[in-house]
Each structure stands twice: as C-alpha cells, then as structure tokens.
C-alpha cells in the first residue's frame, strides 16, 4: 500500500474512534441525569430534607441535602475512575503527575473548585428543585462562559461565528430560564434557589474548562481527571461536610444512612456514568479535535431529555424543548468553526 | 536513569530538535521502569498524539513502517516542538528550554 492511502486509512480510523467516544461522552452525560434526579425521592435523603426543612426551612434544607448528595456522588466517581486507572496500570504515572504541583496540581484543584461546589452541587439543585431535563439544558450554556473567559484571560479572539453562537446559545438561555420562572409566577411559587443551580452549573462547567486545559494538556487526562476528582473529595469531605457537621446540620449520620443496596446502587450508577463521560470526553479531543469533541459531546441534552421521557414519562414543557434546541445548534455553530485540529490530523 | 516526572514533560523534552514516534515510545519504555509491555508501548504512542493535537507537537514527516520497527505496515511520524510546545514546557520547568 503506498503512503497516500495509509495516511486515509490512519485518518479515518482516528476519526471513527473519536466520533465514538464523543457519542459515548454524550450518552453517559445524559444517563448522569437519571440517578442525579431519582437519588432525590430515595432514603435516607427525602428524610434528611424533611429534618433540615423542618428546623431550618426549605431553601437551606435543599443545600444541605445537595451537598450530601454532591459529596457522595464525588466518592463514587473517584471510585470508578480509581478502578478504571489502576486497571490501565496508571497509578505510577499518578503520583508522578500529583507531586507536580506548579504546573498541573494547582490547576485540577482550582477546577475542582469551580466544577465540584459550583457546577455539579449547582446541577443536583437544580434537578432538585426544577427537574432533570432543565438542569440538563440550562448547563448547555457553558461555552459561552468558556468562550468569554478565553478571551479575557488568554486574549483569544472571538470571531464572528463565535459570536452569532453566542448570541443564539444565550437566547435559548433566556427562553429554558424565561419560560419556567414566567410560568411559576403565575402560579405564585418561583423556586429560585433551583434556577440560581441552573446558573451555577453553566458558569461553574465553563470557568472548570478554561482552567482544567492548562493542567491536562501536558498530563494524562485519564491521570489528570482522578487527580481533579480527589481534588473535589478533598474538599466536601475534608472540609464542606465536617464544618456543616460542626454547625449543627445531621451530615455525617445520612451519610452512614446512604449504605443502602438501592440508594448505593444509584450512587454508584451516577459515578460511573459521571467518570467516564469525561474519561471519553478527553479520549476524543486528539482524535478529532477539541472543537468536534466539545459539540457532538453537547448532545447530552438531547440524551437526557430522552432518557427522562423514557424512564420518568415526564414530558418537559415547551420552552425546555425550544431553548435547549437554540442551545445545541448555537454550540454547533460555535464548534463547527474549529478545524485547525482536523487538518493537522489528516496530515496533508 | 529512572523516569520521575510525567510522561509527557518527558516527550517534550525528547522532541526538541524531532524524533520518530518509535524512537520516543522507545526511550520513554527504557526509562519508566512500570511502563513496559504492548499496552503502555500504545499508550505512550497515545500521549504524543494528544500532544500533537494539543498544538504542542507537529507531524513534520510520515514515513511507512516496511521493516516492522514499531508495527509493520502502519504509518511512522517524526514529531518536532512547535513554539507553543516551547512555552507550555516552561510552565513546566523543563530543562533545556
């Protein structure tokens, strides 16, 4: 076979396997949804809500529970990607990565930071409190977060295409947040404290982007996203859920309480889900480009309307449907434009 | 010498002035002492790929492998530092920069 036809054969192997662990990212993105709202009606956590509403009021009730919720999800995924690293016999490179600090520790902790009590606590109130399939499409406005960060911190430029995405993702932003508050205030109750873990979640996922690249470009992502994770244990259950402890709330004993087989069960189910949907994420990104990565990976709002149809029968209301459309075609937009990568990749 | 820091400050490091894939797995499988075997042999091939997509390694020559030194009949690539690959090995403190 001469050298031209290699080239093809290498490059559509790259692009096929990319192309599926995008879609797998997607998929696993979207199931995440399911555990994340059914873990809420599950002991001991509607019991935990009952306590804390009952002392402390509902809104205060529902932070409290999330970050139970938040922390143990965090436990889970650390295990799955444990497992998942000491089967790849990486343990060896993680604790050469670890002892980095300068240039890539600090950056999976400051992610940590804002993807662990920003955008996931964010997401589990959210789903908490408004539902599955609006958490799931309110975070779909997180590029426009990364997209504006980039050029602030790093001066990249946003190009005109960029910008008609932008514009498109935040009019489906406005249409998912617009069009569940108008309705609530008609009927006199707007669950703010849902819509604020909307916001959390779009902002968090997007400020974690930006800075987790800084530290997993010159690491491996499979290492780096652990270290990320550990980063996120570290701080509920060092530092989070002892000081709720100390102010009184009943962390520690519905955390001994969640060692039930059917809540243990979806805990776990939200930790492999959640773990390798960015284990995938990252797989693709060399093999078709961060851009292409990033866009088919957005489908998990599609997915976990799906999936939440399917497995809850709740139909979501219009406005989730229309906005989270604009959502996904203004990030089509957006990513579309990056072929800087694809090139390289065919290598002519 | 035993390798001590990530694999890929190491491939950084190797790809100064370019090298082909093969001879980086191989360096790298020589220094990293639980890094041996077919599997970490791909996975380290793995890690220069997403360097290169990165932006941080550029493919400046394909040539194919007729002899079987890394996989007979597949493709073989000389990778070579580009300059963002020269900063964000700063960041790193490595070396030679």
Known sequence: ?348 | MAGNRPVKFRILELCGSGKWNYEIVEQIQKEYDDLKGDFHRDSINFDIIELASGGMLEDVEVKVDEEGIYKKGFLLHKYVLTDFGRIRAADACLMYV
């Open chain 1, 1 to 348: 076979m001469d050298l031209q036809s290699l080239k093809r054969k290498e490059h559509q192997k790259r692009v096929k396997k990319g192309f599926m662990w995008a879609l797998f990212c997607a998929v696993l993105w979207g199931l995440w949804y399911l555990p994340g709202t059914a873990v809420w009606v599950l002991n001991p956590f509607d019991q935990m809500y009952s306590e804390v509403a009952a002392s402390s009021g509902d809104g205060v009730a529902l932070v409290i529970v999330a970050v139970l919720i938040t922390a143990l999800n965090a436990a889970t995924v650390i295990l799955a990607l444990g497992v998942w690293t000491g089967v790849l016999g990486k343990f060896g490179e993680m604790k050469r990565t670890a002892k980095e600090f300068h240039p890539c520790s600090k950056w999976f902790f400051l992610a940590s930071i804002f993807g662990g009590p920003m955008a996931i606590l964010g997401s589990f109130i959210a789903m908490g409190f408004v539902g599955g399939a609006f958490a799931a499409v309110a975070a779909l406005m997180y590029p426009v977060v990364g997209a504006i960060l980039a050029s602030k911190w790093y001066g990249e430029k946003v190009t005109k295409r960029a910008f008609i995405g932008i514009i498109v993702i935040i009019l489906g932003g406005i249409t998912i947040f617009g069009g569940g508050v108008l309705s609530e205030i008609g009927s006199g109750n707007v669950l703010w404290v849902g819509y604020l873990g909307g916001l959390m979640a779009a902002t968090g996922w997007g400020i974690e982007g930006a800075i987790a690249g800084k530290g997993l470009d010159i690491a491996e992502p499979d290492v780096g996203l652990t270290l990320r994770f550990i980063g996120e244990g570290l701080i509920w259950w060092i530092i989070a859920i002892p000081m709720l402890a100390i102010a009184g709330f009943p962390m520690i004993k519905y955390a001994i309480l969640a060692f039930e087989p059917l809540t243990l069960m979806v805990l776990i189910f939200a930790g492999i889900t959640f773990g390798f949907c960015y284990v995938s994420w990252y797989k693709s990104f060399p093999l078709i480009g961060v851009g292409r990565g990033q866009g088919i990976g957005n489908l998990y709002g599609l997915f976990a309307v799906i999936f939440i149809f399917l497995f809850f029968g709740d139909v979501p209301s219009w406005t989730i449907l229309v906005g989270g459309a604009l959502c996904l075609i203004g990030s089509t937009v957006m990513f579309s434009e990056d072929t800087g990568e694809m090139e390289s990749l065919r290598g002519d």
